[in-house]
């Protein structure tokens, strides 16, 4: 069974989505590239980030730093889902990277294996701390140092995200030292290892209850599991509508002036959604308009990748949606008349 569903996995490889490439439209931006720690990536004449899949580990560092880049496997809101999927049903969320899974060893299926830990952005740990979501990191750190994916960059990023994240809510993302693995009930019945009488009886009670229910066989089930993540995927190809070089684009007959969410904006005003208190610990650059000096030459309008910017129907005056803006600069660039600035908010402007 297991190598049946092995032949119709997809590849795992990174694919670009050319409309949140800021780059690509004027902006002077290279941290995809930058962060690279196989230096896989380049860009195009056209700006356009390009892969050398020769060299990329597919690690998914850049899936952490630019919303450009996703697997085609599963996307970052799709991997949310997942985890609200597992504190759904009471259970801690455990994230491992698969440096920490050796052959044999089954994961139990609240547990998370990345390609690494820093795929997943400060963005990301917020919405989970935001929705009081129980998460841990379960592994070992020292195989950080020497990990052939993803290099030792990959510590200092993914510790980064988390403690970016744990500053903004104020929660903690927990640590585990060992992975939960897969086990069978007679197992956990048998070894009721530092528990005592009556939490056995509780925790046997719930079992025959998640039996009866379905929940424990859709909790342990691996094929169940592998069904989850084939359905992912499929959802992840349907959405991003695959090319043949994989460089993709949503749909240009709307035109550049749409408006586009990127993934990590969405993510952090899902969470300030959630907890509206942590807007003011959340820094943000966005665009700001000095109206005395706006001559509404529109060519900014044009120009932004994101469509913040817009005209006022009544006023015609140009107007800026902060939820939009990514801080890209390129209004800064093309305004003749130094009407446009990037400042530092708090997240209460959204």
């Avoid at 560092?61 to 970052?76: A, E, L, P």
């Avoid at 997942?82 to 044999?104: L, S």
């Avoid at 994916?149 to 403690?163: M, T």
């Avoid at 969410?261 to 003011?280: D, G, H, S, V, Y």
């Amino acid at each position: 069974m297991d190598t049946n569903d092995e032949t119709i996995r997809p590849e795992a490889k990174v694919v670009i989505l050319r409309d949140f490439c800021v780059r690509s439209k004027g902006a002077d931006c290279n941290r995809c590239e930058s962060a690279c720690p196989k230096a896989a990536i380049s860009f195009s004449d056209e700006g356009l980030p390009v892969i050398d899949a020769q060299s990329c580990s597919v690690c998914g560092i850049c899936y952490g730093i630019c919303d450009s880049f996703s697997s085609n496997r599963v996307t970052m809101l799709d991997l949310h889902a997942r985890v609200k999927r597992i504190a759904a049903r009471g259970d801690k969320a455990f994230f491992t990277c698969k440096e920490n899974i050796f052959p044999g060893f089954e994961v139990s299926g609240n547990v998370i294996v990345l390609p690494c830990l820093a795929c997943l952005s400060p963005e990301f740990w917020t919405l989970l701390l935001s929705e009081n979501i129980l998460v841990r990191v379960a592994c070992d750190i020292r195989y950080c140092a020497d990990c052939e994916r993803a290099g030792s960059i990959a510590e200092d990023l993914y510790s980064h995200a988390i403690a970016t994240a744990e500053k903004w809510t104020g929660n903690k993302v927990g640590f585990s030292e060992e992975i939960p693995e897969k086990k069978a009930l007679i197992n956990e019945l048998a070894n009721p290892n530092d528990v005592d009488r009556r939490s056995m009886f509780t925790n046997i009670f719930e079992d025959v209850g998640d039996i009866a229910t379905g929940k424990r066989r859709i909790r342990e089930s691996g094929v169940l599991q592998r069904f989850a993540e084939r359905r992912e995927r499929s959802k992840v190809l349907a959405a991003l509508s695959f090319a043949e070089t994989d460089i993709l684009n949503a749909d240009l007959s709307l035109g550049r002036n749409r408006k586009i969410m990127t993934p990590k904006r969405q993510m952090l005003l899902e969470a300030i959604l959630a907890n509206p208190e942590i807007a003011k610990n959340i820094p943000v650059f966005i665009a700001s308009i000095d109206h005395d000096r706006c001559q509404t030459h529109k060519a900014c309008l044009s120009a932004c990748p994101t469509g913040a910017l817009s005209l006022d129907p009544e006023t015609e005056k140009l107007r800026h949606d902060a939820r939009y803006c990514i801080a890209c600069g390129i209004c800064v660039d093309i305004c003749p008349n130094a009407a446009m600035s990037i400042v530092e908010r708090t997240a209460t402007c959204f």
